[in-house]
């Protein structure tokens, strides 16, 4: 855990704390693991839009996306600025990747956010909070816990002067937002110092493991109650399973699915570093090429006497190929770009659906 957190809780870890709040605790006493390549990317994306890197010292599809994300943010930004289609306010102040704080019983919390606007219209002032995501696999801005947690802050930072909260989740391809009034907002607050005092008074720590509470967690590895669900698993019967025992064991599964990832990423990591795990050892990864340079290619292809209409048949792009074709060539943006990509493609594309996995109905 950071020293900028200074051991204390932050909204980011809030939807997992909410799931498990003595993991809090057992994160600070988890050996430190190597962020994951995503995690790792999705760092340096951040890190470009807040302008602590250049853009140009990022890899090309970075590049691309932290462009997006900040076209997108520009876009939201103007439903609120613009006199002419928007709601007229302006622009007081604008923070980036601030810190903010907040009491809780016997701790504090915080969070951190990647924008933070503060509007105003006459003598009314707003919040605007910007949390930027490089892919649309997040929950929606309304249900975010982060979000929740960090319009609260906000309020409490500009001492509840702000008639309310707005927050957006924004994507490379869009935006997703949610509002914060007066009443939400306390209640919001509230429900984050409930959790803090959860996850930070000691008779109120308890750990539960689960999918979704040990799939960020980087204390799974030795969390007692998490490694109990690999023991229950061994010691099940050779029998068959019946029906009605199954519910439970797939919950089982599920944790024991990601402390057996994490058991081997622990091991990839030794062997990578030059040590040695006996009776074990890498396998070489495989090699993956993409076309960057389809024009040459094309080229190449008809000279060669291969015609346009079969090569096209047999060379496919995806839909986010063409919606960077759309913005990057005709400039287009929002919903302008979305519906002239959805027309360039009605009726030129073949759906599939993926096989069905198993989720949880959680009560």
């Known amino acids: 855990m950071s020293d900028e957190r ?12 909410m799931d498990c709040p003595g993991s809090h605790t057992l994160n600070k006493e988890a050996p430190k693991q190597p962020s994951p390549p995503a995690a790792a990317r999705g760092t340096r994306v951040h890190a470009g839009c807040s302008g602590e890197v250049g853009i140009a010292t990022l890899p090309r599809d970075e590049q691309q996306t ?34 903010f704080w907040a009491k809780a019983t016997e701790s504090e919390w915080s969070g951190k956010a990647d924008r933070v606007y503060v509007l105003h219209k006459g003598r009314e002032k707003v919040g605007l909070v910007v949390d930027f995501k490089s892919t649309r696999y997040t929950t929606g801005a309304e249900k975010s816990l982060q979000l929740a947690a960090l319009a609260a802050l ?15 989740l924004v994507f490379p391809d869009g935006y997703d937002r ?3 009034d007066d009443e939400a907002l306390e209640l919001a607050a509230d429900e984050c110092k409930r959790l803090v005092d959860q996850a930070t008074i000691t008779s109120t720590q308890k750990r539960v493991p689960s999918e979704s509470a040990c799939k960020w967690c980087g204390a799974k590895g030795i969390c007692p109650e998490a490694r109990g669900q ?9 029998t068959a399973i019946a029906p009605v025992d199954l519910p439970g ?19 990839k990591t030794i062997l990578n570093n030059g ?29 060669l006497g291969v015609d346009g209409a079969t090569f096209s048949k047999q060379v496919t792009i995806s839909k986010k190929d063409l919606d960077r074709l759309v913005r990057d060539e005709l400039g287009y943006k929002g ?14 594309t073949t759906d599939t659906i993926t096989a069905a996995s198993l989720k949880e109905v959680k009560a």
């Open 6 to 17: 200074k051991g204390c809780p932050s909204a980011s870890s809030f939807e997992r704390i």
């Open 66 to 99: 932290v462009t997006e994300l900040l076209q997108q943010e520009e876009i939201l930004l103007d439903e609120f600025t613009n006199k002419q289609v928007g709601e007229g306010w302006a622009v007081e102040e604008r923070l980036t990747e601030h810190r």
């Open 154 to 168: 906000v309020d409490e930072h500009y001492k509840r002067d702000l008639s309310g909260v707005h927050v957006a």
């Open 178 to 180: 949610a509002y914060y």
């Open 230 to 238: 690999l023991n229950e698993l061994a010691r099940m019967p050779s």
């Open 249 to 267: 064991l797939l919950k089982v599964s599920q944790v024991a699915k990601l402390l057996i990832k994490d058991i081997e990423e622990q091991a």
């Open 275 to 303: 040590g040695m795990v006996e009776g074990w050892e890498l396998k070489p990864g495989h090699t993956r090429s993409k076309i960057t340079d389809t024009e040459e290619v094309y080229r190449r292809a008809a000279v």
């Open 335 to 348: 919903k302008q770009a979305t519906d002239t990509v959805a027309n360039l493609i009605e009726e030129c």
